[in-house]
């Protein structure tokens, strides 16, 4: 099982970013995903999910209106769509695999695979 995010990087505030994790060494298309970010010095905090077939989305209250999770199961491939940036979006962010489909998105104790996570940086 390999996970790779890409698309970190330093914006402004009200900035976007896309982020994108591709996905190796299993199939993809039967798990379902989440995005989990960590602030410095903060414990890792999920911020979304998505079924495995993507006909389902799931936010964190705080990111709900201007991140969207999709994925590309053609692909391979998880995205976060991330706009109106704000400093407290400033962490490492990780895609992934949750174990089982019946777990909440939320318990991060339920995910067995995750990326090396890519930076986002949000500052003036």
């Known amino acids: 099982v390999q996970l790779v995010e890409s698309g970190g990087g330093m914006v402004q505030p009200g900035g976007s970013l896309r982020l994108s994790c591709a996905a190796s060494?299993?199939?993809?298309?039967?798990?379902?995903m989440s995005w989990v970010r960590q602030a410095p010095g903060k414990g890792p905090e999920w911020v979304s999910g998505i079924n495995a077939g993507g006909s389902s989305t799931y936010y964190q209250h705080s990111v709900k209106g201007r991140f969207t999770i999709s994925r590309d199961n053609a692909k391979n491939t998880l995205y976060l769509q991330m706009i109106s940036l704000k400093p407290e979006d400033t962490a490492l962010y990780y895609c992934?695999?949750?174990?089982?489909?019946?777990?909440?998105?939320?318990?991060?104790?339920?995910?067995?695979?995750w990326g090396q996570g890519t930076r986002v940086t949000v500052s003036s």
């Open positions: 992934a695999r949750k174990t089982h489909d019946y777990s909440d998105y939320i318990d991060l104790r339920d995910y067995d695979s």
């Open positions: 060494g299993f199939t993809f298309s039967s798990y379902d």
